[in-house]
């Protein structure tokens, strides 16, 4: 091979390289950069000047609690940005503005931006104004638009055995702000062990219950993945509560 075609070849693969990049690598982290705290009064997670509110079930929730909602607060934990982009990346959500990630409540609140892909969801509840929303499941079959309307939720699931990871990325309209209520179900791996995250209780139950043999345990999965729902239901009613305080 002459000098000529050896250039014009590494050129060629070092495009490629580039290109195969750009496309399967998480892009940046952008955040709201607003600061929350735990709420006496509601026992709910509420922004300082009140815009959001939000509640995980009739659940302890830790104090201090860790809240990671800017790149200051992510920067503590070594790994988390690549982890937080790479939950975004798998939910198609690479472009959603952080709203705040809490590792021990499982949750990560983002909001929307731009047009979301018309994927298939798992399912749909709707009307997300009555009080309790009647759920739809989707089969692989259903051909639909899949464009969500803003008294309907889509719900999507994604699980990676490789990672231990299980999330439930629930779509609603927040007041009139779409947003994702992420659930990341996460085993211990050496990814989580790396960013050191104060776990505490958390980790003692998903070290017993591995995701890697979810079949082993059902039950308690299922009970876990379930409460994600009424808490999306729960946050839309407190939208729609904030809305109206806000006119």
Not at 23 to 48: M, T
Request: aromatic fraction near 12%; proline fraction near 5%.
């Amino acid at each position: 091979m002459n000098r000529k075609n050896f250039i014009k070849n590494s050129l060629t693969i070092a495009l490629m390289i580039m290109l195969f990049a750009s496309c399967s690598s998480p892009k940046g982290l952008v955040f709201a950069n607003r600061e929350w705290h735990v709420s006496d009064y509601y026992g709910q997670i509420i922004d300082n000047d009140t815009t959001y509110r939000m509640t995980f079930g009739n659940v302890l929730i830790p104090d201090p609690l860790t809240i990671v909602s800017s790149s200051d607060s992510v920067a503590k934990y070594p790994g988390m940005d690549r982890f937080l982009a790479d939950i975004l990346h798998t939910a198609r959500l690479d472009s959603a503005e952080i709203l705040f990630y809490t590792p021990e409540m499982k949750t990560m609140f983002v909001k929307l931006k731009g047009d979301i892909p018309p994927l298939r969801p798992s399912s749909i509840s709707s009307p997300m104004t009555d009080e309790k929303p009647y759920t739809m499941w989707v089969n692989e079959g259903d051909i639909e638009d899949w464009t969500r309307e803003s008294s309907e939720m889509f719900s999507y699931t994604y699980f990676n055995k490789g990672k231990r990871q299980l999330l439930i990325v629930d779509c609603y309209d927040y007041g009139d702000s779409p947003i994702a209520q992420i659930t990341i179900f996460q085993s211990k791996n050496k990814t989580t062990s790396k960013m050191k995250v104060p776990m505490g209780l958390y980790w003692s139950f998903f070290e017993i219950h591995d995701l890697k043999k979810y079949m082993r345990d059902v039950e308690f999965w299922a009970h876990n993945v379930e409460s994600h729902r009424a808490n999306a239901f729960a946050n839309y009613k407190i939208g729609q509560e904030q809305k109206l305080r806000k006119r």
